[in-house]
T-cell receptor
């Protein structure tokens, strides 16, 4: 069975600073990986996904993530944080035809 | 194109009362999911439908929870009777078959008093 860990339940960065949100997964075979963002009182919105091919994937709002099989990681980064990036971020893993497994989430705060 | 629609957005009930949530997925999406999200946690799957068939309901507490997806389109999730611990956000999502992106509705925030 797959599982996801997200190191750091809360991350604070200054506006303009690098954003790094960590995601590690456990899977017997290379999975499909997703990052979702959730703003207060809203559902989850897809930021980016990795299925096959290029291991560096770019998403919306300037975010990107790199699939590293050797490290079983899929960390999310953004070069320069904006106030509007403050939200909850969830990493998810799945295999074809199976259910998504979501991590516990990381709350990102952006300080002025 | 309309997204996933859920109603109501908020519901407050007393314990032991019944409650129902409704979800209308994106048109053409044959897979529908109900998730439970507790405060500060990620979504946890309750049930997954492929068309009108519940293909995974292993995490659904069947003593008090039930769900249906008649005609393979919209779906209803019911709790009867509700308990204090059921207070949470109930999310509905839909996707195309395979490993498609899941599109989420805004959720229903349930408070049980």
């Amino acid at each position: 069975a797959q599982s996801v860990t997200q190191l750091g339940s809360h991350v604070s960065v200054s506006e303009g600073a690098l954003v790094l949100l960590r995601c590690n997964y456990s899977s017997s075979v290379p999975p499909y990986l997703f990052w979702y963002v959730q703003y207060p009182n809203q559902g989850l919105q897809l930021l980016l996904k990795y299925t096959t091919g290029a291991t560096l994937v770019k998403g919306i709002n300037g975010f990107e993530a790199e699939f590293k099989k050797s490290e079983t990681s899929f960390h999310l980064t953004k070069p320069s944080a904006h106030m509007s990036d403050a939200a909850e971020y969830f990493c998810a893993v799945t295999l074809y035809g199976q259910n998504f497994v979501f991590g516990p989430g990381t709350r990102l705060s952006v300080l002025p | 194109e309309a997204g996933v629609v859920q109603s109501p957005r908020y519901k407050i009930i007393e314990k032991k009362q019944p409650v129902a949530f409704w979800c209308n997925p994106i048109s053409g999406h044959n897979t529908l999911y109900w998730y439970l999200q507790n405060l500060g946690q990620g979504p946890e799957l309750l049930i997954r439908y492929e068309n009108e068939e519940a293909v995974d309901d292993s995490q659904l507490p069947k003593d008090r929870f039930s769900a249906e997806r008649l005609k393979g389109v919209d779906s209803t999730l019911k709790i009867q009777p509700a308990e204090l611990g059921d207070s949470a956000v109930y999310l509905c999502a839909s996707s195309l078959a395979g490993v498609g992106e899941q599109f989420f509705g805004p959720g229903t925030r349930l408070t049980v008093l």
